[in-house]
């Protein structure tokens, strides 16, 4: 069955840098795009980012963009979040997700058909 499986959170300081990884199985890993979203407390599920599954093409929330990075090595199905310059609001639990194709990144949380568990991001000084 599929399973994706987050680590790499944590508390990090303002400004600081966390990397997220998201081990996944049960699936062929490297024909699927996958995604990044997180929820804040008392606030609902946010698309943060999105990869192709070749890893060529990549697209970011606006609110992320140009701080944090996504990748994926197929090899090891595994798919990371880098985190940089983070801000209090960025604070939340962060999943990974499996779309339900591999193609143009949609951004648009229905596409996903699996997701983890989660892994929590405090930020904070």
């Known amino acids: 069955q599929v399973q994706l499986v987050e680590s790499g959170g944590g508390l990090a300081q303002p400004g600081g840098s966390l990397r997220l990884s998201c081990a996944a199985s049960?699936?062929?890993?490297?024909?699927?795009?996958m995604n990044w979203a997180r929820q804040a407390p008392g606030k609902g599920l946010e698309w943060v980012s999105g990869i192709t599954p070749s890893g060529t093409e990549t697209r970011y929330a606006d609110s992320v963009k140009g701080r944090f990075t996504i990748s994926r090595d197929n090899a090891k199905n595994t798919v990371y979040l880098q985190m940089n310059s983070l801000k209090p609001q960025d604070m939340g639990l962060y999943y990974c997700?499996?779309?339900?194709?591999?193609?143009?990144?949609?951004?648009?949380?229905?596409?996903?058909?699996?997701w983890g568990q989660g892994t929590q991001v405090i930020v904070s000084s």
């Open positions: 049960g699936f062929t890993f490297s024909t699927y795009n």
């Open positions: 997700r499996k779309a339900q194709y591999g193609g143009a990144i949609s951004g648009n949380l229905r596409d996903d058909d699996f």
